[in-house]
């Protein structure tokens, strides 16, 4: 593991405006997973509601002051659990200090977020093109980090029909999109049968921003 820890990770800013950060996750992976798993304690992973009424297919949680919450009523934020009645559990510091040296690295100073939303996909599941528009910064950019399976993502412009381009996300890649793509076009395509050491037959995204 060492032998690499002065390898800088490929760094790749995409015309679309998205930056792609290999491995960027990977620097404290330990620390990072085993925050995670005392989060997904803390608040389990859930499905989620569609307005339409129909459960979503990928299991949701969060941390931090604000969590992502779907139902009936739409999507937004809520600072409590709506299963627990709890606040959200704090967004522990590895998570923050990663989010924070991804922008960075992005060339997003100040990146604050207070909203870390979990995302876990399991085989056969995909997220269809969608822009994230829930939160009420958008100067603000979105840190996205990738574990367990890979998935392809989508990234596309500001219209719908802007052609996406496809980039494979692997265990500890960290996408960054902000500014004039802040609210592009996105998703993940359907994740293909694979396994991972850790994760095994998951993949586990955990999206950051400004929400509040
Ligand atoms: C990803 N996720 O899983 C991208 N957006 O790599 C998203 O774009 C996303 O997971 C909104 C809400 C949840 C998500
Ligand atoms: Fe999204």
Redo the contacts with the bound molecule.
């Keep these: 593991m060492d032998l690499f820890s002065n390898v800088e990770p490929a760094h790749q800013t995409f015309s679309s405006g998205l930056v792609y950060l290999r491995g960027f996750a990977l620097a404290n992976e330990q620390a990072l997973l085993s925050d995670l798993y005392q989060v997904i304690l803390a608040a389990p992973l859930r499905t989620m509601m569609t307005p339409m009424g129909y459960p979503m297919s990928?299991a949701t949680t969060s941390c931090g002051a604000l969590g992502?919450i779907g139902d009936i009523t739409g999507y937004g934020y809520s600072a409590v659990d709506p299963q627990t009645g709890l606040p959200w559990p704090a967004m522990p510091e590895t998570f923050l200090q990663l989010a924070q040296n991804a922008a960075l690295a992005a060339g997003f100073n100040d990146f604050s977020p207070d909203a870390c939303?979990i995302?876990q996909y399991h085989i056969g599941t995909k997220?269809g093109l969608?822009r994230?528009k829930d939160e009420r910064d958008f100067a603000q950019p979105i840190v996205?980090v990738?574990l367990g399976i890979p998935?392809r993502?989508q990234f596309g412009g500001n219209k719908r029909s802007d052609k996406p381009i496809q980039v494979l996300?692997g265990h500890g890649d960290v996408v960054v999109w902000g500014d004039a793509s802040r609210m592009n076009y996105?998703?993940?395509m359907t994740i293909q049968p694979n396994t991972h050491p850790t994760l095994g037959n998951k993949r586990i995204?955990l999206?950051f921003r400004k929400a509040g």
């Design positions: 990928v992502w939303l995302n997220m969608h994230d996205s990738s998935a993502f996300l996105h998703g993940i995204n999206t």
